[in-house]
């Protein structure tokens, strides 16, 4: 960008500023060699890992015993020095509070590289010129503005769904676009000094006002960076958070616009970096498109033709169902694509929501035969998805017949994301807050599915691009989710059932596998409210009122024998534990006020230190007294089971049977990650793993729980027994 230059008969470019100091163009290829060494970096890693993968499962086709510890001096090295980066990578500064609202920052490693990315930028700028001599303020202006223009292909890079720079270095774009957003501000940063050095030039003859009523070249220079600063202040989580579509849709003209004014701004001699991001821009959409066609035209998928299972245009038929707490389940039976645990897809409705696109985490695996995915209605789009699902709502006709759920047609775009393989950890540790179990739970069950032994030895699972073969080194999973009510429960109630029971079935015919499940319950009145709880065998039900999808079809479709079925559960099966309430006080934090939700629920606050540590069947509940002013003490439990109810008479108590979800630990109040993670590390052969996925306070905690675990175990560096890999996921926009 130059606010003067333009129309020169000269190239820019290629003129020398003094002896020794490099031309423009010299400059520019500098910072992209920077770029480039910085990406073959992480291509290098990407494929390391890639290797390290294959090794572990193949070490443990072979049954050894510690596959995921490093063996030779080489890994050990590797294990050694990435052990010390992640401590100060995964580190995050404390968030910083202004009344009710917490700020919070991004970790250090990302933080250290927005700021060599910066100070190389700044280097190159003033590389021997001296910013305090008033003779070389204009060619400072020339060369910040060269540098500007050439960082604008790295935008373009790390905006798009199916980036080369991803592609390379194992990245999703998700994982890219905090650096996207950050190389943005960098632009600025140099395009305003590019600007500021012209203006201070100028303002030692009096003469901006006048450069800027007669010269058209420097308008269109205070254009494009007036359009800069609006998509960078448009582009902050605020904004964003506050209408994404609004956004989204303002972000892509305004970069239009703005690459537009620059083009006319700046001499043809530095047009190849415009059309550079033209291009990038043009085939990361063609790309896309593409995708888009393959995946969702229904000539494309002989095979769902062949079965009569799609008909019309578009392959892609969606049931909605709704679910409690305003949350959505969505069904593409027989999808045209397969993914890995983890992955999202943009899905968008067009029936429902014209010319929008969402991304959506899919809940489910390939191997179920469905694309499933849980969505919470909040505003906007997924509050409109929640509302056509509650209009498609299963219904008996006039004649007392079911009618089944209306398909919708529905287009995905992807799938998209990347985590590392899992299954290449001894041992890992899932904490997953509320909606965040759509992430976790297909994690946990794509692990689970590898150490079943019918399946393992004919599923070609992948890592990254290159294939590994079956089976898992896993040995233990420690699995974590945190909800308002237990209801919630209900989302992956038989997925996470059923992962246990195989898992036990597989533990008695000798395998050294092991799972624990906790569900922690903060907002829930049965839980908080000082009730005694109960368990039954069966689907959740919700005792206040509220009715699920499922039960609407219980209460209005059901035949004689499924309502003698429905009374059945509800009076049997039950299951009640209690003990003392000092028992179960003495291994909690200090008691913090309860809280209320937003519909006046009583929410819990207290942090159970350690679960294991309760005696059996034991754990306090919280109470919310009149004053909302305290934590009250009262009889404590720890359950095991689905759904709480009012609980029947001691005499029934006593002759109940056991819970089905006997495996599965319900408790009232907040986790410790810190306690959780330490306990797996503590029983780890090998390398582990910690995945979280909720609001940014709990990754926060998360992230602080990991570093000072491992910097407290730091004799064990160098030998990989303690070694800890995080991916995290928080709620953004």
């Not at 490099?22 to 990406?39: E, R, S």
């Not at 395009?191 to 500021?196: I, K, P, Q, R, V």
């Not at 529905?410 to 759509?438: H, M, N, W």
Request: with cysteine; charged share 20%; aromatic share 10%.
């Amino acid at each position: 960008m130059d606010m003067s230059m333009s129309g020169m008969g000269m190239a820019m470019g290629s003129m020398s500023m003094g002896t020794g100091v490099p031309n423009l163009f010299d400059l520019q290829k500098m910072y992209w060699a920077v770029i480039g060494a910085a990406v073959a970096f992480a291509a290098a890693l990407n494929i390391l890992e890639t290797i390290l993968c294959r090794q572990r499962i193949r070490a443990a086709s072979r049954s050894t015993l510690t596959p995921s510890k490093p063996k030779t001096l080489f890994f050990l090295t590797v294990a050694t020095t990435t052990a010390m980066l992640r401590e100060v990578a995964y580190a995050p500064f404390p968030p910083f509070q202004f009344r009710k609202y917490a700020f919070h920052s991004q970790p250090t490693g990302r933080i250290i590289l927005v700021f060599l990315n910066a100070v190389i930028l700044i280097t190159l700028c003033f590389y021997k010129l001296d910013p305090k001599d008033q003779w070389q303020w204009e060619n400072i202006g020339y060369r910040t503005g060269f540098i500007t223009i050439c960082q604008i292909p790295l935008l373009f890079l790390l905006a798009g769904k199916n980036s080369i720079i991803g592609l390379l270095t194992g990245y999703s774009y998700e994982r890219l676009n905090m650096p996207h957003r950050w190389a943005a501000r960098c632009l600025l940063l140099t395009a305003t000094l590019h600007m500021g050095y012209w203006f201070r030039d100028w303002a030692r003859w009096d003469y901006i006002a006048e450069k800027i009523k007669e010269d058209s070249i420097t308008v269109k220079g205070l254009i494009a960076w007036a359009i800069l600063v609006w998509i960078v202040f448009s582009s902050m989580s605020p904004v964003r958070g506050w209408n994404y579509e609004f956004f989204l849709i303002q972000h892509i003209l305004s970069f239009a616009a703005f690459v537009a004014v620059v083009y006319i701004h700046t001499p043809a001699e530095v047009h190849v970096w415009i059309w550079i991001s033209v291009g990038l821009f043009l085939f990361d959409r063609l790309a896309r498109a593409g995708f888009i066609l393959c995946n969702n035209i229904s000539l494309f998928h002989r095979r769902q033709r062949t079965g009569a299972k799609v008909g019309g245009l578009w392959a892609c038929k969606a049931e909605f169902e709704p679910l409690a707490h305003n949350t959505t389940r969505i069904t593409i039976l027989d999808p045209p694509i397969r993914w890995r645990a983890g992955q999202h897809v943009f899905l968008s409705c067009h029936s429902v929501l014209p010319l929008q696109s969402h991304p959506f985490t899919i809940s489910s695996l390939p191997e179920d035969g469905e694309m499933v995915f849980v969505i919470r209605s909040k505003k906007g789009g997924t509050k409109s998805l929640f509302g056509h699902a509650e209009k498609q709502l299963a219904l008996p006709s006039s004649e007392g017949d079911l009618v089944g759920p209306k398909r919708t047609s529905v287009v995905i775009d992807g799938p998209y994301g990347r985590v590392r393989p899992l299954r290449q950890f001894d041992s890992v540790v899932f904490l997953a807050g509320s909606a965040g179990a759509t992430f976790a739970v297909p994690l946990m069950r794509d692990i689970v599915s590898a150490w079943n032994p019918h399946t393992e030895s004919r599923i070609n699972r992948k890592c990254s691009l290159l294939g590994v073969g079956s089976g898992a080194v896993t040995r233990h999973i420690r699995f974590v989710w945190v909800v308002k009510s237990v209801s919630q429960f209900d989302w992956f109630s038989q997925q996470l059932s059923a992962a246990t029971e195989d898992v036990e079935t597989w533990r008695r015919d000798g395998r050294d596998i092991s799972i624990e499940l906790s569900v922690y319950v903060t907002c829930d009145d049965d839980y908080t409210s000082g009730q005694k709880l109960v368990t039954f065998n069966g689907p959740l039900l919700e005792n206040r009122g509220l009715q699920t999808h499922r039960e609407l079809e219980e209460l209005g479709s059901i035949d004689s024998h499924d309502e003698k079925e429905v009374m059945k559960y509800k009076e049997e099966d039950v299951s009640v534990h209690s003990v003392p309430t000092s028992t179960a006080s003495s291994q909690e934090t200090p008691a913090k006020p309860a809280t209320y939700g937003p519909n006046g629920t009583c929410c819990c606050t207290r942090t159970i230190a350690d679960e294991d540590s309760i005696a059996p069947a034991a754990l306090e509940i919280c109470k919310c007294e009149s004053s909302r002013s305290r934590l009250s003490t009262v009889e404590g439990m720890k359950i095991t089971g689905t759904t709480p109810l009012m609980a029947p008479a001691p005499a029934e108590a006593a002759n109940a049977k056991s819970p089905l979800y006997s495996h599965i630990t319900f408790l009232s109040g907040r986790p410790k990650p810190r306690k959780i993670i330490r306990k797996t590390l503590e029983q780890a052969y090998g390398e582990s793993a910690v995945v979280v996925c909720g609001p940014q306070g709990l990754v926060d905690d998360v992230r602080r729980s990991v570093v000072s675990l491992s910097d407290e175990r730091a004799i064990h560096k160098g030998t990989g027994a303690q070694g800890v890999y995080l991916h995290t996921e928080a709620f953004d926009y």
